[in-house]
Structure formats: structure tokens, C-alpha cells
DNA sequence: CTAATAGTGTCTATTAGACAGTATGTT
DNA sequence: AACATACTGTCTAATAGACACTATTAG
């Protein structure tokens, strides 16, 4: 029943790659960005809050409820290289920070058919974003993240409409460490994407400590009460200054311009320190 | 050209897959252990060494190179199943600790065709193999890993073979902390699985030190001796005593069971604190 | 002047690193 | 006795947490 070979091109010529059963592929990204709450108080600074790009679908599967921009990968397109092609087509921008979440891979996650799709991150400014979002995409703001006895409850809003969904962190058994997530409650998110936009939060705030990736979410110039506000926003709790400030000392350097009209002392602007 | 549906039902009862292409997946497991070397020294204890699960090929693509157990995803198979299916038909073990690595997708990793494969970390405790491996598998010992200059050389050992192989750590524009691993030398490892390897070492090597999951390599009574050569060989560098007990203090429970015969001073056995 | 944020000095508490010392088995 | 590891005490260095204080603007 095996044929023998004499060398890997003979073997390849040979090939056929229909024996086993195909299957497709998407890409789902989580956009993420920091919005800016205006504050009535003219003094007061404007309250930060986590932002995701949520688009609405109008057709089946899922129609009319909220998902993650993504896309089927194409047979000729490296998986790394889709989600930089579908954030393009969804906000026009270019040379974003992206990282691989997690491939999602359940038999029944997508009614049609067998689809396997990788999740993927994005951070981004989205102030610098020139041109208007895609009709179907608002920018959802992260109202509130609670959790307790392993019971996440996230509510988002995009100004219009509020939406609530709540996951159960199961510990997994022989697993010692690392968390399933199970959607308990949600009735506004297509397919699992409140289980991606929770893994993306979560690995956000872990990476954030040890990591330079908040910078990708900063404009070029910015001061140091900006910059704690958005490690306050992502780590889900208040900093101590003089605390704050040693920490990031080296990862950034002052310039001589200062931030005014602020209705209190005015605040010289940082950049990143590239290494 | 779009027809309307009025009913999800309605949509998916007149779905057809086959619009878009597709392709095949993989799943690859970096089977991880830690090895007793032997010393000839009745006094010394033995050194640790990881450990690493190889298969020989014996067909093409990549015949006679080494490569990391693996196997096509069922078409009804959850992807987070494969894994455990595919250890469980190499090492005849169940219920390991397993966790996804990464996603591969660039389009020619495999010569064959389209293929696509998550790569997984397992971690056991290889006395706890109640079998045989399987005749083209074997265990390799990390002999050594060296890096300079985002340079990394990786030397494995299996007692009758060695392989080297060597990977550059690029960083990514616009990343800011993550790395592009890219092969510069390999002649001995199939597919991108030089790649798997050191991404999995790595992680290791990240997670040893804020979770619990080096226990899932230990067995079940351990010295604390035998835990510290087990996190000094993941760490890759030596650790004081007095510091090492302190951090793992609240994590294990002592017993009363003493492990002599080593010529130097019996250690109380210890046990993994579950929580 | 006042409210609000900007920015710094310093004390304390906690944690990590280092080293030296004692303890106890096998040959 | 000698060697090798087991285990602990303690000093020091580095880091994190806490609080108080001064600085400076728009209105």
C-alpha cells in the first residue's frame, strides 16, 4: 500500500492533498485602544477608559449582533500577515502593533461550518487614525470590568448602546495555573468573541508590567499623568506617583515642551525611549 | 447576487461551504521532562537536564530528520483535543498538562501543501511513562543553550545523537518586546519545529517563576534539592538556597518521609501545596 | 484666592541577594 | 574522618508602598 520514494522532490511530485479533510480559517483581531471621557469640570482631566473596535454584522451568521473585525485567511497569505490586511481594510492604518492571542479551535464555534480562527491583539492610538471608521465599527469603551469567586462581568458602551456579558474562569484540572473562559451570559456578542476580548484584557494587564507595549497605544508626545492614567486604566487600579515615576523613568525621556491650558500647573511632555 | 434570509435557521440551511478554500491543520507538541544524568560520584546527586520528546520520520517530507509528535485535527475533533489524543497514541499517558504555544501559518512551512498547525507545551514527569516509547521516539537531553547577540545555539543529546541548531531572536518593528525567531542553522529538525522548541523553552522559562506549573514535571514526593535543580535548569542559571526556599516555602508541604542513601545528609520529602 | 494636577523628598516595609555556619548521612 | 548535600540565621542591598510637601496654572 505505501509507495516507496527515493528522494522529498519524488515524494512531493506524488502528493496528493486531498486525503484528509480541509477545514478554513479566520482571523479575529482585538483592536484596542484608550479613550478619552470629557469631564464637565473645566480643572478635572479627562477620564480614560479602554476602547474596543467592535463591528456590526448584517448578515447571517449572527446578524445584527457585535464582533471583532476579522476575515477568512487567504490560501496564499501567511496567517501572521491577515490580520494587518483586514485591520487595513477596516480602519485604513498601517504598521500596528499586533501580537497571536490564541487559536480557537471548538467543532461548533461557528454555525456554518468548521471554522478554526486565531485571535489576535492590536494596540493602537486610535487619535491617529485619519480617516473615519467603516460604518458598521464603533468604538466601544470598556465601562467596567468586575470580577468575583471566578465570575468576570464586563460591561462595554459605545454612547448608544450598552453591552453586558459575564464569563466563568474555570480552573482547569491537572492545569495548576492557566484559566478556561466560559460565557455565562451574553446575548449582543457573535461567536466567542467575549471569550477573546476577555484573553486579550487579561493578557494586556500581565503584559503590561513587564513590557513596553503601552507605548503603542500613546501618541509620539505625552505627559506622565496621561501615561499613569492609561497603566491605572489597564491594570484596573490606582498608582502612587513617586511609585509610578520611578518605574517608568527609563522607558521614557522629557522634552522641553510643556502641556498648558489645563486650569492647574501644566505638565512637561514625555516620548518613548526606543532601546 | 445577495439573497435575503429572514431566519438564521433559514441562512444556514442554505450554506455552502465550499466558497471558500480551505485548508489542512496540525497540531505539534513540545513534549517537555526533566533527565536524571547519572553521576559517577556516589556522593554527587544526580544532574537535571530538560528533556525533550523527538520522533524520527520515516516517510517524506523531511525523512530521517527529527520532529516533534504531532498529527492532523480531526475534522470533528475540538483543536484543544488533538493534543491529548495525539500524546496519548505517542506516550500512552493521559490527563497531562498541556498549553497552546503559537500558531504557524506562513504559507510554505510544509513542502506538501497549505498547513497550518498549533504548536502545544506538554509537561510530565517522564518516570511516570508506565510504557515503552514507541520505536521512532526518543528522548533528547538539552545539552546546552548559549545565546549572543539575539543569537541562540540549542545542542540536543539522546545518548547516540547530537543536533545543533541555531535561531536568531529579531525584534519586530513597531513591537517593542516581542521577538521574530528565525532559523540560521538546522539540518537535523524537520519542518519549523526548531522554532516550537525554543518558543516553548522560553515560555517555560517566563512562567516557572509567577505559576505552579513546574509541579507537573516533578513527581510526587520530591526534595526541595531536586525542585531547585529543576527550576535552575529551566532558569538556566544557579540559585541561592536560602532564596529559593523562601519563594517556594508556601508551596509545598513537608513530609516525614526522609529520602536517604546519598551519601551526604537525608532530605524530608516534600508534596505540591494544591490550593 | 482656589481647585486641581505636577512633581519631589523621604521614611518605612518588604523582598531579594549574599555568605557563613551548623547538621547529618555514606564510605 | 572526609565529603557532599541539607538546612538555617542573619546581614545588607534593592525595591515597593506610603505620605507629605512644594509648584504652578486657569478662572
Not at 147 to 175: A, D, M, P, Q
Not at 178 to 190: G, H, L, M, S
Not at 209 to 221: G, H, K, Q, R
Request: glycine share 4%; hydrophobic share 35%.
Amino acid at each position: 500500500m505505501e509507495k516507496e520514494y527515493n528522494s522529498e522532490e519524488e515524494f512531493l511530485n506524488d502528493y496528493d492533498s486531498s486525503q484528509f479533510e480541509k477545514l478554513s480559517m479566520t482571523v479575529d483581531i482585538l483592536v484596542l485602544s484608550v479613550s478619552n471621557e470629557e469631564t464637565s469640570n473645566y480643572r478635572k482631566t479627562d477620564k480614560k477608559k479602554m476602547s474596543i473596535l467592535l463591528v456590526k454584522r448584517n448578515q447571517y451568521p449572527f446578524k445584527d449582533k457585535w464582533c471583532l473585525p476579522g476575515g477568512f485567511i487567504g490560501i496564499d497569505e501567511n496567517l501572521d500577515d491577515a490580520p494587518m490586511r483586514v485591520l487595513k481594510r477596516e480602519t485604513n492604518v498601517d504598521n500596528i502593533y499586533l501580537e497571536q492571542l490564541y487559536t480557537f479551535g471548538d467543532t461548533k464555534r461557528d454555525p456554518r461550518m468548521r471554522i478554526v480562527s486565531s485571535a489576535y491583539m492590536a494596540l493602537i492610538d486610535k487619535n491617529k487614525l485619519d480617516t473615519s471608521l467603516n460604518t458598521n465599527a464603533s468604538w466601544f469603551d470598556v465601562v467596567s470590568i468586575e470580577e468575583k469567586n471566578n465570575l468576570v462581568n464586563i460591561i462595554l458602551n459605545n454612547g448608544k448602546e450598552t453591552i453586558s456579558f459575564t464569563i466563568r474562569k474555570e480552573l482547569k484540572e491537572k492545569t495548576t495555573d492557566r484559566y478556561k473562559f466560559v460565557e455565562v451570559e451574553n446575548d449582543k456578542i457573535a461567536f466567542d468573541h467575549t471569550i477573546v476580548i476577555l484573553s486579550g484584557l487579561e493578557r494586556l494587564r500581565n503584559k503590561v508590567e513587564y513590557t513596553d507595549v503601552v507605548f503603542n497605544m500613546m501618541p509620539d508626545l505625552f505627559t506622565l499623568g496621561e501615561l499613569q492614567q492609561v497603566y491605572e486604566v489597564i491594570l484596573n487600579k490606582k498608582l502612587l506617583d513617586p511609585a509610578f515615576r520611578r518605574i517608568i523613568a527609563d522607558k521614557v525621556v522629557k522634552t522641553n515642551k510643556l502641556k498648558t491650558g489645563g486650569g492647574h500647573r501644566p505638565s512637561y511632555l514625555f516620548e518613548y525611549k526606543h532601546k
